[in-house]
């Protein structure tokens, strides 16, 4: 094997992340159209799947194994406990669990992220990848406060139940990241709507923050290889001496 062809192998994988983005956007796609009745159950179901590709990538990157799968098991739990039995404690709990599994999901990319080397498809991904989860976890943040302190946001649909909570503040999340604000859903409490403006800074913070890191990875990747180059090229020219 060629020295061209063992540096084209890694090139060639895919991303770590990819299956998890790629699930995660399916959720995503889906969520604001089931509608029908019994469609909780298919979001439960693709939301478990990103739990459960979710904890296989993440514990592939040699994060602290058990804690984190315990972490995962229990808002699995959790979450099939709300839809089954029903009850605003159960849907609370199973709501704070997610949070804080996203939440530990995206410190762990965030991480992996910002120690990468080089401007890589799976730095991409990764990028991605916590911008929508951070979406993700505003979106059940804003759940957890409205069940916890009812009338904190204006323009909820009334006939929504409480497993339909969840893809409205999903979409309010996902406008609010990006810094859209149709203004359908308004913030009325002062406990949810310095959350809302952190979650806009966030947003906007992000994209400058990590299109710099992308591009400095990328200038760092090119000035590693004009140096192998130069390192390479220079003994021919020194034979001359």
């Given at each position: 094997?060629?020295?061209?062809?063992?540096?084209?192998?890694?090139?060639?994988?895919?991303?770590?992340?990819?299956?998890?983005?790629?699930?995660?956007?399916?959720?995503?796609?889906?969520?604001?159209?089931?509608?029908?009745?019994?469609?909780?159950?298919?979001?439960?179901?693709?939301?478990?799947?990103?739990?459960?590709?979710?904890?296989?990538?993440?514990?592939?990157?040699?994060?602290?194994?058990?804690?984190?799968?315990?972490?995962?098991?229990?808002?699995?739990?959790?979450?099939?406990?709300?839809?089954?039995?029903?009850?605003?404690?159960?849907?609370?709990?199973?709501?704070?669990?997610?949070?804080?599994?996203?939440?530990?999901?995206?410190?762990?990319?965030l991480g992996?992220?910002?120690?990468?080397?080089?401007?890589?498809?799976?730095?991409?991904?990764?990028?991605?990848?916590?911008?929508?989860?951070?979406?993700?976890?505003?979106?059940?943040?804003?759940?957890?406060?409205?069940?916890?302190?009812?009338?904190?946001?204006?323009?909820?649909?009334?006939?929504?139940?409480?497993?339909?909570?969840?893809?409205?503040?999903?979409?309010?999340?996902?406008?609010?990241?990006?810094?859209?604000?149709?203004?359908?859903?308004?913030?009325?409490?002062?406990?949810?709507?310095?959350?809302?403006?952190?979650?806009?800074?966030?947003?906007?913070?992000?994209?400058?923050?990590?299109?710099?890191?992308?591009?400095?990875?990328?200038?760092?990747?090119?000035?590693?290889?004009?140096?192998?180059?130069?390192?390479?090229?220079?003994?021919?020219?020194?034979t001359g001496?």
């Amino acid at each position: 094997m060629t020295a061209q062809s063992q540096l084209s192998v890694p090139r060639n994988r895919v991303p770590k992340y990819a299956v998890l983005l790629l699930v995660l956007c399916l959720l995503i796609a889906f969520t604001p159209t089931a509608t029908a009745t019994g469609s909780a159950v298919l979001v439960e179901m693709l939301f478990d799947a990103v739990i459960i590709v979710g904890a296989y990538s993440v514990t592939r990157s040699g994060a602290p194994r058990w804690p984190f799968l315990a972490l995962t098991v229990l808002t699995f739990i959790a979450r099939w406990c709300a839809l089954l039995w029903g009850g605003l404690e159960l849907e609370i709990i199973a709501v704070a669990f997610t949070v804080i599994w996203t939440a530990l999901v995206v410190l762990i990319v965030l991480g992996e992220l910002f120690g990468a080397r080089g401007a890589t498809r799976g730095a991409i991904t990764k990028s991605v990848l916590v911008y929508l989860l951070i979406a993700v976890v505003f979106g059940n943040l804003y759940q957890l406060i409205e069940l916890s302190r009812p009338g904190s946001f204006s323009g909820i649909p009334s006939h929504s139940a409480l497993d339909q909570l969840g893809d409205a503040f999903l979409y309010f999340s996902l406008v609010t990241l990006t810094t859209v604000g149709f203004g359908d859903i308004i913030p009325v409490s002062s406990l949810v709507r310095p959350v809302v403006a952190l979650e806009g800074a966030v947003g906007t913070l992000y994209i400058a923050v990590i299109i710099a890191r992308l591009v400095a990875l990328h200038v760092a990747s090119g000035n590693r290889g004009n140096g192998r180059s130069y390192s390479e090229m220079a003994p021919a020219h020194s034979t001359g001496d």
